[in-house]
């Protein structure tokens, strides 16, 4: 956690304190339920240097540079939208968080002061972070209320008058009977007929002479209906057909079970582990990784997509299992999926040095395909972020929309934590949340399904 500045304290002024001390209320009843990247933009207030300064420290790493000093305008206003939005992600929180009463009164009752436009905004990596000035809140000005000029002149009635004697005018000719002579009815009741039918004449066939044929329309033939298989020949011929390559996470975290929630694996990752005894922490652990976890899962359901995934696309592995950089295999034809599945069931997460290089996964994987005259496709099976460099993730998922536009890159988002969705909103992909066995299952096989790369051989 690094330090973005830090403001003198007047620990005379008991007001000051006492809001310091709500303001780190506040942080420990949202962070349970946030986001860590929504969290992230409040930044955490601490008395440092004997009291004598408030420190504000943020887990976000770069150099903090304050929003005011942005002369980007563009860039500015994508940050002041990010930073809005996320404001607007904890409002919706907060309305749904299983809370007191009383602990959403006093959230609700600094929301205004997080929103404040006095609060100085500091940006580190293009992200957003608050740092609060515990002031009154500051809202926007509102526009000066300029009186209405009067509205009705003298010649204004006389022009609503002249449109009066128009209208009655128009009246006065459409619906006086004077002067129109009534149409004359006759005293006879007019006589119905009924339509009559005209026949047709017969027609006469003649018959047929010696040296004439007859000549008779056939059918048109049907239209071949689009195959939904892929024949043998078509696998042999195996040249510009899509080609697919699988991200999988292989990182300690992907151990969390999947019988907890979001919010009982944050609990564990800031548990106070010191405080337990031997037996109590092997037991909390055991517990948090009880099968089925989000590996064992996530490998057993891989497994029967890749038998879903037609038989003349060739599919490659991408394993994220520690810095500096993803590890790759070659491509797996189709006799030999066997291997590529063995080598996915044997994935385990390291012991030491255990994290998730996905931006190089992605940057490797992109490199693999073509993208540009062919349709191919990426699959990434995760549950978090990238931790092993700063690089912008989804600059990258920029830089290869424009160079491989026929690139698919579709996440199935094991914790539903929205970290990477730009990755598959820039490529034209899409993401997928699971956090059950049974929505695993599912959002695998719509992931896979959404390729259009899963047609069976022609028998």
């Not at 609700?108 to 404040?116: D, E």
């Not at 009246?171 to 006589?191: Q, S």
């Not at 027609?203 to 002479?209: D, Q, T």
């Not at 690139?407 to 970290?419: E, P, S």
Request: overall charge neutral; some cysteine.
């Amino acid at each position: 956690m690094q330090r973005i500045t830090r403001v003198m304290c007047d620990r005379n002024n008991c007001e000051k304190i006492s809001l310091l001390d709500q303001y780190n209320s506040l942080l420990a009843l949202l962070k349970p339920y946030l986001t860590d990247r929504t969290f992230s933009i409040l930044a955490v207030a601490r008395l440092i240097d004997d009291n004598q300064y408030i420190g504000w420290y943020t887990e976000l790493e770069g150099q903090p540079v304050l929003l005011n000093e942005i002369s980007d305008q563009s860039l500015k206003a994508k940050i002041e939208k990010t930073l809005q939005d996320r404001i607007n992600d904890i409002e919706t929180t907060v309305k749904l968080i299983p809370i007191t009463a009383e602990q959403k009164t006093f959230i609700s009752s600094w929301l205004p002061k997080i929103k404040s436009s006095g609060n100085h905004i500091y940006v580190i990596n293009d992200e957003p972070v608050i740092v609060n000035t515990f002031e009154e809140p500051v809202l926007p000005a509102s526009a000066p209320v300029i009186p209405p000029k009067p509205f009705w002149r003298w010649w204004h009635f006389l022009l609503l008058g002249l449109l009066l004697l128009s209208l009655l005018g128009i009246l006065w000719y459409l619906f006086c009977p004077y002067g129109k002579a009534k149409p004359t009815v006759p005293d006879t009741k007019p006589v119905i007929t009924q339509p009559i039918e005209e026949k047709k004449p017969e027609s006469v066939v003649e018959p047929l002479k010696e040296d004439q044929q007859s000549v008779v329309k056939s059918d048109p033939e049907p239209i071949p209906a689009p195959k939904n298989c892929i024949t043998r020949e078509e696998i042999a011929n195996n040249t510009d057909t899509p080609k697919m390559v699988m991200i999988f996470d292989n990182s300690a975290s992907m151990l969390f079970t999947l019988m907890e929630t979001q919010t009982s694996i944050n609990q564990y990752l800031h548990a106070d582990f010191y405080s337990m005894t031997r037996q109590e922490a092997e037991a909390y652990e055991k517990r948090m990784t009880r099968l089925p976890n989000r590996l064992s899962t996530s490998k057993k359901v891989a497994l029967s997509s890749i038998d879903k995934i037609q038989a003349d696309v060739n599919i490659a592995l991408v394993t994220l299992s520690a810095c500096p950089a993803a590890q790759t295999t070659s491509f797996y034809r189709y006799e030999n999926r066997s291997k590529l599945k063995n080598k996915i069931s044997r994935l385990k997460p390291l012991e030491n040095n255990s994290a998730t290089p996905l931006y190089s996964g992605i940057k490797q994987a992109s490199k693999m395909l073509d993208g540009v005259n062919r349709d191919d496709y990426i699959l990434v099976i995760s549950d978090g972020e990238d931790n092993c460099t700063k690089a912008n993730i989804c600059a990258l998922a920029n830089k290869i929309a424009t160079q491989q536009p026929r690139l698919k890159i579709n996440i199935v988002d094991i914790a539903g934590q929205h970290k990477i969705d730009c990755v598959a909103n820039k490529t034209g992909g899409k993401v997928y949340i699971a956090q059950s066995p049974k929505q695993v299952i599912n959002q695998m096989d719509k992931a896979v399904s959404s390729m259009n790369i899963s047609k069976p051989i022609c028998e």
